[in-house]
């Protein structure tokens, strides 16, 4: 059952799809209060309750005990005491004595206090009271969260290619690097499907534009590297450069498409290329404006790409700029004492994504003029959107590859996300196995980490380790920063083995992307919680680093340097498969219960559930060359398996014609 309640006059984020009465009874489990502007909500825990959910956020697959908030926020370095990261999902479960879904449909600052100023004590507030609180509830966890992916609409498909591996990286500078990234792979029998291209194909940080110099002819590349299984993948970022002549920044500035302040002049903001504007993706007219811009790329053979910055991320605006300039001119040649130089500190790292800034430029949005910080967390998703209502003109039959980095749940309707920027940390590789589930809850099922780490140096058994995960995720990009160690996976020693693991995905890629698929059209998780389908096993609850990947296996990635195995709890009993390569693997009947288990840093393990089935492929080289028709079936037979494949062309859209799903059946 879903429960609307509408406080004040809420701004429509279109996030829920659906029609839905406002709800009659009176608001169960929360208590409302309201204060000055503000409205919150509160819930006594008990003990043994379990938050799941809110999407991208820092700590455990158990949200308990932490504030987070919503707040879209460019923040690489993020640590566990991180409350913002680069999307807005205002989902959760709570779980224990009571079950119930909420989502909180507001654009603007949300906080959920979960347990951290009181201990069980659980208060929502959100800075306005204009917004539409939903309470769904449901017999288990995953009736809830189909009632919400119901509520709030089918998840972007992405074509079956990008679910190849992908190569990225912020410094590939021309064709020719590209090529010899390409061409290392392919020697090394690598497989590849995708090089992403960072800012740096742009001519001076354009949108739309491509430097001559370094791909002289991108159609004539696009082709070359087609032919070799490779798709190119561009980069857009949200500002578009001032620059007399660049017809984008005329184009817009003369139909007045940008975000403009109080005073009705262009809000100038600091980005890549140096000044920037901000499209008004919040605007109907400007946004369809922007996204047809994405044509020039698709009529040159692009057929994908990745949105960023579009929190959006601001280096400084010229105006605080300007401030802070003259208040450092103020504090030159003064002897800085404690306060004075904290003040200086405070005034240099205020510079960037600054929420005074955030608080002067307005949107045009359904008619009304809105300051942006009410909407903060709408614009990534709107220039995503914008791009994907283009590509719907555009390309009608089509699917094209879009993730972005920032995101509000309505917006999994239009693209996925990758998590934004990470760090070559251990601790981050954990992050990316425990967000899974809840990104999942939300909508967005074509997502994945930064592999390797996109910040700091990255070490070859780190990656070897986060690769063996990423075989998993519908997204497995290797991508990292300028100036970072090389983390290609032909840069170490062990060529093989990172040969070997990849080669892994395209094996077991046939179930990748049909658990993706099923997911995606049913409305349902593809990662999900050990407790989500062992409701009745108390210690699956406590388990926060192993995961259920679709409907056949359970994963458990070793996630520690100089781990040799790891400890593994088997709900049930399984078949642990062993993996080195595609063919070198091995398996065995494990019971129900705790194990330690070895795994070397060259091998995947992952472990079949009774009566279920992994259909394995020969692999490939390119997601084109995997065979979808010659599959080997894995798996562990109690009584009889079965298993529903779903295979296609891989990027048409229709996706529920009956003949894409065949079942297969194993006796014993
Ligand atoms: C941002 C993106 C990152 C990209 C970089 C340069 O930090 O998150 O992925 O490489 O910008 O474009």
Known sequence: MILKYVYGTPIETEAVVEQ???????MPFFAVKKEGQSISFSYGMEEEDIVYGLGENVRGINKRGFLYVSSCSDDPCHREDTNSLYGAHNFFILSGKELFGVF????????????YTKRNEMLITAEEENLVFYIIT??????????FRNMIGQSYIAPKWALGYGQSRWSYMNEEEIREVVKKHRENRIPLDSVYMDIDYMERYKDFTVNKEAFPDLSAFCREMKEQGIHLVPIIDAGVKIEEGYEVYEEGLEKGYFCKKEDGKEFVAGVWPGKVLFPDMLNEEARSWFGKKYKVLLDQGIEGFWNDMNEP???????NLTEVFKELSKLQGENLDIYKFFHMKDLVLGIANNPKDYQSFYHQYKGRKIRHDKVHNLYGYYMTRAAGEAFEELEPEKRILMFSRASYIGMHRYGGIWTGDN?????????????????????FLFTGADLGGFGAHVTEDLLLRW???????????????????????????????????????????PYIYSEYMKASLRGEMMFRPLAFDYREDSFA?????????????????????????????????????????????????????????????????????PDKILPLSKGGQCVEEVDFEQLELLSFVETEASYELYTDDGFTKDYEQAEHFRTFKVEK
């Open 423 to 443: 760090m070559s940390w251990w601790s981050h590789l954990l992050l990316n196995i425990r967000m899974m589930p809840a990104l999942n809850m939300c909508g």
């Open 541 to 609: 609850k406590r388990v926060e680093d192993q995961l259920l990947v679709g409907d056949s296996i359970m994963i458990a990635p070793v996630y520690e340097q100089n781990a040799k195995g790891r400890y593994v709890y088997l709900p049930e009993k399984m078949k642990l498969v062993k993996m080195k390569s595609l063919t070198e693997r091995e398996s065995r009947i494990m019971e129900k219960g705790h194990h330690y288990i070895d795994v070397a840093l060259d091998e995947v393990i992952f472990f079949i559930r």
């Open 467 to 509: 690769l063996a995960f990423g075989i998993f995720t519908p997204l497995m990009r290797n991508h990292s920063a300028m100036g970072t160690r090389r983390q290609e996976a032909y840069q170490f020693e062990s060529n093989q083995a990172f040969a070997d693991l990849i080669g892994i995905r395209y094996g077991i890629l």
């Open 20 to 26: 839905i009465a406002g709800a009659e009874q009176s």
């Open 104 to 115: 909180v449909d507001f654009p603007g600052k949300v906080t959920f206090d979960m347990g």
């Open 313 to 319: 991320a601001i280096f400084y605006s010229e105006d």
């Open 138 to 147: 449901g017999e288990t966890e995953k009736e809830i969260v189909k009632a």
